[in-house]
């Protein structure tokens, strides 16, 4: 940085007095810090890196007492980044304030090939950090394992299921599976079949392979036990909310079974678990059942869950969970976003795959595309529905998807946006049962069919408005009332 940031970085931290996921303050007023070694790591191990600043008393409200020797302390430092596995390269800044030098380094976050970064006199078990807010907290085992099986590319989904045979594996669904990979494959189709189940990953040295498990076993949990969904429907907004008798779920299912069962299964479970609301569409009369959330977003973000969940030995007793509230889904699954994409490139950017045979296989029974649109898939039949755009969240090796239910109160708002009628002053005018046009004028509007369909029906979803003739909701004669 230069030396007016620097200076205006001093300004800052004595405004906001604290550290943060990208700063670290040091004292350093009689001596360089003895052990920098698990903020090195945890900063050279985010995307952003950080800054060290030197010379922050925080003890004393962090007072700028600066440091008792800026050229000694940047050569101290120095030495300990030498003492990281990879070296750590820190780029120095020394300023002048008040009589008092302030030194800072700033620590570049490095590539996730090279990750964990670590202390070599613990080694990387002991001496790999992440930072947590303003704390550098150990990494786990998972997390260390997940760069080592980045930077590997190990492919867990066709790790050996020791245990398993090919007659545990369904033989009508395993043999259409391998004719659908025969079809317009002449040099493939030659093959044995035996050699095929090599080739194509089903069989490793001939045992089976856990892809080939989840996808055609008669009964994967067996091998697995947490490789499964569990599913709640709460009868609140947290869980512990329990209902008006005392129950704490108003669902609760362990889905077991193969990939494409467990799939259908899961979206039975939301189906029964989510109010269904009728629509009629002024403009065509048309009828229209819309669910609390749009079915293809959910179907989109189970199969997420499915293929892109970390089959690690490290998470095979972590399974997916579905959890319904009374204002929102979440969908949760092990293993955060794998490779070099951040929950901000969701959608836009072509993501490394995890499980690349399972995806691959998944594609080939016609379940998946495998075409990286599943995301943007889930927003736009959001965007559909007039609802909040989802939340998606990756945090130390845990993914997160989040669909809001569109609440009364935000439907109103969205009606009214345009218009500075209240949605009190809409229910009181219609009172006296109203024709299309007198309905438009009221709220100055020149399309008939907009002010009804942007404004009306959705009270009428919500029963706040009726219709006189409901059997016929295009007749000239309609009227509205309240």
Do not use: W
Not at 18 to 38: I, V, W
Not at 145 to 158: G, L, M, N, T, V
Not at 165 to 181: D, F, G, N, P, V
Request: net charge neutral; aromatic share 8%.
């Amino acid at each position: 940085m230069t030396s007016e940031e620097f200076y205006e970085l001093l300004n800052q931290i004595k405004k906001i007095k604290c550290e943060t996921q990208t700063l670290e303050l040091k004292s350093a007023g009689s001596g360089c810090p003895k052990r920098l070694y698990d903020t090195l790591s945890s900063f050279s191990n985010q995307d952003d890196g950080g800054i060290i600043v030197f010379g922050i008393d925080e003890q004393n409200n962090y007072a700028q007492s600066g440091v008792y020797d800026a050229q000694d302390l940047q050569k101290k430092v120095n030495e300990q980044c030498l003492q990281m596995e990879p070296v750590v390269r820190p780029l120095m800044t020394v300023v002048e304030r008040d009589s008092k030098n302030f030194v800072a380094a700033e620590i570049p976050g490095m590539d996730l090939v090279e990750r964990p970064c670590y202390y070599k006199g613990q080694g990387s078990l002991k001496g790999s950090f992440t930072r947590i807010g303003d704390s550098d907290v150990p990494m786990t085992d998972y997390e260390i394992y997940s760069y080592e099986a980045f930077r590997r590319k190990y492919q867990d989904d066709i790790r050996s299921v020791q245990r398993a045979s090919l007659s545990a594996l369904h033989k009508e669904k395993l043999a259409e599976y391998i004719r659908k990979l025969q079809t317009g494959k002449p040099n493939l189709s030659s093959l044995p079949e035996q050699e095929i189940c090599e080739l194509m990953s089903i069989v490793r040295n001939g045992e089976v392979t856990l892809s080939a498990a989840l996808l055609f076993g008669l009964y994967p949990q067996a091998y697995f036990p947490q490789l499964c969904i569990t599913a709640v429907a709460v009868p609140g907004n947290e869980l512990g909310d329990v209902g008006a008798i005392g129950e704490r779920f108003l669902d609760n299912e362990r889905i077991e079974g193969s990939i494409p069962e467990m799939l259908e299964r899961a979206l039975q479970f939301v189906r029964r678990n989510m109010k269904t609301k009728t629509i009629i569409h002024s403009d065509t009369g048309r009828r229209e059942d819309r669910t609390d959330y749009p079915m293809t977003a959910v179907r989109e973000a189970l199969i997420n869950a499915l293929v892109h969940r970390d089959y690690s030995m490290h998470t095979e007793g972590m399974p997916i969970q579905i959890l319904m509230f009374e204002d929102r889904m979440e969908i949760h699954n092990p293993g955060g976003i794998y490779g070099r994409l951040r929950t901000d490139q969701l959608g836009k950017m072509q993501p490394d795959t995890r499980n690349p045979v399972l995806a691959a296989a998944l594609e080939a029974l016609g379940i998946t595309e495998n075409r990286y649109s599943g995301i943007p898939t889930i927003r736009r039949a959001f965007a559909e529905y007039g609802m909040r755009e989802p939340e998606f969240s990756s945090k130390r090796g845990h993914f997160a998807v989040i669909f809001h239910k569109e609440t009364q109160t935000r439907r109103m708002a969205n009606m009214l946006q345009d218009n500075s009628a209240n949605i009190y002053d809409l229910l009181a005018f219609c009172r006296t049962p109203r024709t299309r046009k007198e309905i438009c004028d009221y709220l100055g509007l020149s399309s008939m069919s907009y002010a009804i369909q942007i404004y009306i029906m959705p009270l009428v979803e919500q029963g706040l408005i009726k219709l006189t003739i409901p059997d016929k909701p295009k007749s000239p004669k309609q009227l509205y009332y309240s």
